[in-house]
T-cell receptor, first 113, second 116 residues
């Protein structure tokens, strides 16, 4: 079952930063936070992941709170092509269920001109 | 980068027939792949884990005789929807893990199944 809570939708102006929150208050110490996005009628696309440190790559930044109970995905300069459903997923660190992803409802990000 | 490919991307079949969807890891080997189903305006639902060389394991509530999974090689898993009905119409997506430092899960492009 999904262990994350996200707002159902958010709006963002083109060119501005999009900050997408995720609550994962029951996360365990060995569980990672992953972010994927799904553009309409396509498979999910990997964005970023982290354990406890903040992470940045060419697509986004991930800020994880010190208690790890929540995180924020930041798209620094949103474009219209970033309109998608964004999923925050908690992933166990190993074992049989390591590669299983249980998706929550996600956040529909609407980037507007 | 790593790519997971699905075929066909769209398929229409008649009620009562069976349809097969393929999932291939194009540039890496995957001992485990996963199948998801997604209805319109809903999230992805994990159906089953496809294990190379052994039986698939199914999530609770998913009929294993209805959704046959075969993982005959390290780069190919197939999902066969047997005796399809209109309620099986959905978007089916597979995923596979490329091992390594990032150990990222890659998803296929998805396959739209319409049962008429």
């Amino acid at each position: 079952d999904a262990k994350t809570t996200q707002p159902p939708s958010m709006d963002c102006a083109e060119g501005r930063a999009a900050n997408l929150p995720c609550n994962h208050s029951t996360i365990s110490g060995n569980e990672y936070v992953y972010w994927y996005r799904q553009i309409h009628s396509q498979g999910p696309q990997y964005i970023i992941h982290g354990l406890k440190n903040n992470e940045t790559n060419e697509m986004a930044s991930l800020i994880i709170t010190e208690d790890r109970k929540s995180s924020t995905l930041i798209l620094p300069h949103a474009t219209l092509r970033d309109t998608a459903v964004y999923y925050c997923i908690v992933r166990v660190a190993g074992g049989y269920n390591f590669n299983k992803f249980y998706f929550g409802s996600g956040t529909k990000l609407n980037v507007k001109p | 980068g790593a790519v997971v490919s699905q075929h066909p991307s769209r398929v229409i079949c008649k009620s009562g027939t069976s349809v097969k969807i393929e999932c291939r890891s194009l540039d890496f080997q995957a001992t485990t792949m996963f199948w998801y189903r997604q209805f319109p305006k809903q999230s992805l639902m994990l159906m089953a884990t496809s294990n190379e060389g052994s039986k698939a394991t199914y999530e609770q509530g998913v009929e294993k005789d209805k959704f046959l999974i075969n993982h005959a090689s390290l780069t190919l898993s197939t999902l066969t929807v047997t005796s399809a009905h209109p309620e099986d119409s959905s978007f089916y997506i597979c995923s596979a893990a490329k091992t390594g430092r990032r150990n990222t899960i890659y998803f296929g492009e998805g396959s739209w199944l319409t049962v008429v």
